[in-house]
């Protein structure tokens, strides 16, 4: 009696940043490129997979993992709730639980808007670009060809139990400026299905506020515009909620073109791909 095939090796890769900095556009850019590029190596059949079905590589948001509207805190001062306090707008748990899961071969959270909101893309990207990529697939070879799976949230480095699931962290850094003048007229799509956009003064009030909460101990002088990571400890059970992350791969966006932050991200991939390749081997 033939024993059940182990699952596929996992591989969770966290793209993080401030609401609106570029982090879904980015995750769509990378899947659309990894799965294009699987394709070709006929490593996997099927389409791109904008559904998730026949992906090598899939988005997992944790907007899917907000909390309910009703439990959410009302700040008197915009007259409304408080979707952006680190403290009390995501389910950590239940989060930290779906990746741990995803890691075991578990099956991916469904979400009822990601088919319809992954932005649009083509594969077609710089020359530099894709011989990164050929070399990322090499190193994918390596490692039993892994899923992979971008997870990707504008609070995925504030709780350790989420942070530590993560085997390669991504923080994309924008602008207040750029944030702001990308959150303007955005509509949002809550857990309950229906839509909300930000009221009077809420990018000053409570989003940008909350950002810095969230990500202040990230970065030296708590600069989070301009400071440097702080160095953190390698040792992932030292993490605390809030504070600096190991391991953590900071890509500014301020005066880079899409195409840049693509390469740019697909280059650190690639570092930290080198990185655990190398530690599997000396582990062997």
């Known amino acids: 009696m033939t024993s059940p095939a182990s699952p596929a090796p996992v591989l969770l890769l966290g793209i993080g940043g401030a609401t609106s900095s570029g982090k879904s556009t980015l995750a769509a850019h990378l899947s659309s490129l990894l799965n294009h590029a699987y394709e070709q190596q006929t490593l996997v059949d099927g389409t791109l997979g904008r559904d ?17 509207e009703e439990e959410l805190g009302f700040d008197e001062r915009i007259d409304g709730k408080d979707w952006d306090d680190p ?10 639980t779906a990746l741990e899961q995803l890691k075991s071969g578990g099956t991916p959270p469904v979400s009822p808007k990601e088919v319809s909101t992954l932005p649009e893309v083509t594969t077609s990207m710089p020359s530099s670009s894709s011989q990164t990529v050929q070399r990322i697939l090499e190193l994918l070879q390596r490692l039993s060809n ?19 699931t993560l085997d390669v962290r991504l923080f994309l850094r924008a602008s207040e400026e750029d944030v702001r003048s990308r959150r303007e007229g955005r509509v949002y799509h809550t857990a309950e299905g229906t839509t909300w956009s930000d009221p009077p003064n809420y990018f000053d009030l409570i989003l940008w506020p909350s950002y810095v909460k969230a990500h202040q101990n990230l ?9 440097a990571l702080v160095k ?11 504070g600096p992350v190991s391991g953590l791969r900071l890509l500014e966006t301020r005066h880079q073109s899409l195409e840049d932050v693509v390469q740019n991200a697909c280059q650190l991939i690639l570092e930290e791909l080198q990185q655990i390749a190398a530690k599997q081997s000396c582990s062997r």
């Open 146 to 164: 892994p899923k992979i799976f971008l997870v990707d949230g504008f609070l995925l480095y504030y709780d350790s139990r989420v942070t530590s």
């Open 232 to 242: 953190a400890s390698s040792n992932a059970s030292e993490m605390q909620s809030g």
């Open 219 to 227: 970065f030296e002088q708590r600069d989070v515009e301009r400071g």
């Open 52 to 68: 998730g079905s026949e992906a090598r590589v899939q988005v997992v948001g944790q907007d899917d993992f907000a909390l309910p």
């Open 87 to 96: 403290d009390q707008c995501i389910d950590y748990a239940r989060f930290a």
